[in-house]
Nanobody, 123 residues
Framework: QVNMMESGGGSVQPGGSLRLSCVAS????????WGWVRRGPNYAREGVAA???????MYADSVKGRFTISRDIGENTLYLQMDNLEPDDTDIYYC?????????????????WGQGIQVTVSS
């Protein structure tokens, strides 16, 4: 069983930055995709960023150039550096690891996910 635990959320003004962290415990297949999603409108989770087993990164258009995903393999930790935050980034963010991933739509299929952490961007 894989468990994911997010940290680093909070409140920030527009233009500010936050860094989310996610520690994974358990045995994780090295070929799986790691990533971040957020709750999105109507509670339909939307992909934010992903990183594959080779370290290749992928981002939603809405966060490209502002968010950076990275991973410390030895520490089983995933990060999301969020810069130049906008009010529309306000949401609950979830980290996870999944065996399948649809790159064209940034959709993770299955896997293990954390309980989520709140990010609020407001003046």
């Amino acid at each position: 069983q894989v468990n994911m635990m997010e940290s680093g959320g909070g409140s920030v003004q527009p233009g500010g930055s936050l860094r989310l962290s996610c520690v994974a415990s358990g045995v994780i297949d090295s070929n799986h995709y790691w990533g971040w999603v957020r709750r999105g409108p109507n509670y339909a989770r939307e992909g934010v960023a992903a990183i594959d087993s080779k370290g290749r990164t992928m981002y939603a258009d809405s966060v490209k150039g502002r968010f950076t995903i990275s991973r410390d393999i030895g520490e089983n930790t995933l990060y999301l550096q969020m810069d130049n935050l906008e009010p529309d980034d306000t949401d609950i963010y979830y980290c996870g690891v999944a065996p399948r991933f649809i790159e064209s739509r940034l959709i993770f299929i299955g896997g293990s996910w954390g309980q989520g952490i709140q990010v609020t961007v407001s003046s």
